[in-house]
Nanobody, 124 residues
Framework: QLQLGESGGGLVQPGGSLRLSCTPS????????LGWIRQAPGREREGVSC????????HYTDTVKGRFTISRDNAKNTVYLQMNSLKPEDTAVYYC?????????????????WGQGTQVTVSS
């Protein structure tokens, strides 16, 4: 079974940047679309971004467009989420998840494999 691991979270001031990474523990990510899903305290999970297996297609939720960039390096078996101009409302646990397709609605219910999550806190 595919297992995923996230890293790169932490505490950052508003306006700062973080880069999250996602790597599998066993299998290759190369055949999967990857998504980043977040959940803030007291709120439902929200699809943030996804990228297709060949990196030919990416999607973002409106609140992060222009600030976040998803990418993948299949040679390194890693997917990244570069987060710039961070805002306090970006504070959440960020999960990496795998599916066969990167859908424009980034529906978290479609993802079959999940990591444990990494905490991102944006605060002064």
């Amino acid at each position: 079974q595919l297992q995923l691991g996230e890293s790169g979270g932490g505490l950052v001031q508003p306006g700062g940047s973080l880069r999250l990474s996602c790597t599998p523990s066993v299998f290759t990510l190369n055949y999967y679309a990857l998504g980043w899903i977040r959940q803030a305290p007291g709120r439902e999970r929200e699809g943030v971004s996804c990228i297709s297996s060949d990196a030919g297609s990416t999607h973002y939720t409106d609140t992060v467009k222009g600030r976040f960039t998803i990418s993948r390096d299949n040679a390194k078996n890693t997917v990244y989420l570069q987060m710039n101009s961070l805002k306090p409302e970006d504070t959440a646990v960020y999960y990496c998840a795998a599916d066969l397709v990167c859908r424009s609605d980034i529906d978290e219910n479609e993802y079959d494999y999940w990591g444990q999550g990494t905490q991102v806190t944006v605060s002064s």
